[in-house]
């Protein structure tokens, strides 16, 4: 962290409270706990504890505020960084990890621009399906659920139409992860849109997103990755029922597995195309409450792997439960169990199973 915003945070929090009159907000959250991990692949375990941060939420602190230009015309800002709380370090390498954004409200919708996540990275103002259709909003640890994320991104245009009978679309385009290339194809590039509705008890969205990878020298252009999400959410009073459907071309993750490299570490080995399926439940108990997910996931790698004309497919299960004690408005303490197993079947070598078995514990403190 830099003296400057060192000397900026320990003048904040000299103030009482949090807002200030110019209508900057600090805020941020600390989440430390421990979580014990089995994992059983191809004949080999691995046991470890470790303690963990950002289990329940990530631990961050950010800055928030905007001005009145009146006539229905606002604009803000938000930046947040993430942090280790175990260690100290910076998530990401980035100051503002999480979201770096500038907006423009207006009688004909937000804009936004800067760094955000995208509609499936399960992150930031626009985590649409991840925020609707799963009830640990993008997996438990180790256990990151049947979907496939997408990511934050960098140098990203967001509109957000203004609501009409409960349905609001939602517009979204990177132009680079990095440096914009004098030509796009040294660009990797981001497309979304989707639409949600909410009324009353009901939520619901349908996302579509396409990612349009840069050419790599030698390599060539590689499949666009493709994703279309379905997901929503029902209160029935006594519990909150989610679920999500994903179909996925070209993609990168699946059941939580990532894609590797080839052996010279200079492309992706292959792309997976495939569809998920997830179903979970917040239950209150009082101002306690009960998470529950569970979720199948079945793809296929659309290139080579290991010799020319092989190819494998890959089935994915995940299920996780987690119970929150709320001590206040601002500090809870939460455990959990988790299970997750990949079946990557191998023309050569088929049957070959990850089997993931996670025990969690930890408090989240809010300021």
């Not at 399906?129 to 180790?142: K, R």
């Not at 206040?328 to 169990?337: L, N």
Request: proline content about 2%.
């Amino acid at each position: 962290m830099n003296c400057r915003l060192a000397a900026a945070l320990s003048a904040a929090l000299l103030i009482p409270g949090t807002a200030f009159s110019s209508g900057l907000t600090l805020y941020g959250v600390v989440d430390t706990g421990l979580r014990y991990s089995h994992t059983a692949s191809e004949g080999t375990t691995a046991d470890s504890l470790q303690m963990m941060s950002g289990q329940n939420a990530g631990s961050r602190f950010g800055f928030k505020g905007g001005e009145s230009l009146g006539s229905g015309w606002r604009v803000g800002f938000k930046l947040e960084n993430q942090f280790e709380s175990d260690t100290g370090n910076e998530k990401g390498g980035r100051l503002f990890h999480r979201q770096s954004t500038a907006d423009v409200s207006s009688p004909y919708g937000t804009v936004t621009f800067g760094r955000i996540g995208t509609f499936s990275s399960a992150a930031g103002t626009y985590d649409l399906f991840f925020g609707t259709g799963d009830a640990f909003d993008g997996g438990d640890g180790l256990i990151t659920g049947p979907y496939s994320f997408d990511t934050r991104r960098n140098n990203t245009v967001t509109y957000e139409s203004l609501s009409a009978a409960g349905l609001t679309g939602y517009l979204q385009y990177s132009f680079s992860q990095g440096d914009e290339a004098p030509h796009e194809s040294g660009n990797e590039r981001y497309l979304g849109a989707a639409a949600a509705y909410r009324r009353g008890a009901l939520n619901a969205v349908i996302t579509a997103e396409r990612v349009r990878y840069a050419a790599i020298t030698g390599f060539g252009k590689r499949e666009d990755k493709q994703v279309y999400g379905l997901a929503g959410s029902y209160d029935f009073g006594t519990f909150r029922l989610l679920g999500g459907l994903q179909y996925v071309t070209g993609a990168d993750n699946l059941a939580g597995l990532w894609l590797g490299k080839l052996a010279d570490g200079s492309a992706d080995y292959g792309r997976l195309s495939g569809a998920a399926v997830g179903l979970g439940a917040v239950i209150p108990l009082g101002k306690n409450k009960v998470e529950v997910m569970t979720g199948y996931a079945s793809g296929r790698y659309g290139k080579e792997f290991a010799q020319a004309g092989e190819t494998y497919d890959l089935t994915g299960f995940s299920a996780a439960i987690r119970y929150h004690y709320v001590f206040s408005k601002r500090t809870e303490i939460y455990t959990g169990i988790g299970y997750q197993q990949y079946k990557k079947d191998f023309d050569t070598a088929p049957g070959r199973k990850t089997r993931i078995t996670q025990v969690a514990a930890g408090m989240t403190h809010r300021f």
